[in-house]
């Protein structure tokens, strides 16, 4: 099993920048396929970003292409989310999301959660 936190969540000017981080528990964190979600009010929870045990493949949602990064530190147990050029409609409670799967897209590939940060981006 492995626990996750975030953290780096806050609230930000439209155009600006914030790099949430997620930090796991456990020896085993290089062997999870890791992804951040998020989840605005009213609305189911999306994918946004997606990386692989090693790091060395990434994948995004449309909406965030070009603007976030994922990345990840096994020696640090770490994923992160580096988010430029945020909008208004960025905002949402951003969750990690560990999964023993392999390209893991959907939610219910992801076997483990945090508890979720709040990202808010005012206009």
């Known amino acids: 099993q492995v626990q996750l936190v975030e953290s780096g969540g806050g609230l930000v000017h439209a155009g600006g920048s914030l790099r949430l981080s997620c930090a796991a528990s456990g020896r085993t964190f290089s062997t999870y396929f890791m992804g951040w979600f998020r989840q605005a009010p009213g609305k189911e929870r999306e994918f946004v970003a997606r990386i692989s045990w090693s790091g060395g493949s990434t994948g995004y949602a449309d909406s965030v292409k070009g603007r976030f990064t994922i990345s990840r530190d096994n020696a640090k147990n770490t994923v992160y989310l580096q988010m430029n050029s945020l909008k208004p409609e960025d905002t949402a409670v951003y969750y990690c999301?560990?999964?023993?799967?392999?390209?893991?897209?959907?939610?219910?590939?992801?076997?483990?959660w945090g508890q979720g940060t709040q990202v808010t981006v005012s206009s």
């Open positions: 999301a560990a999964s023993n799967l392999p390209l893991a897209i959907s939610r219910r590939e992801y076997a483990y």
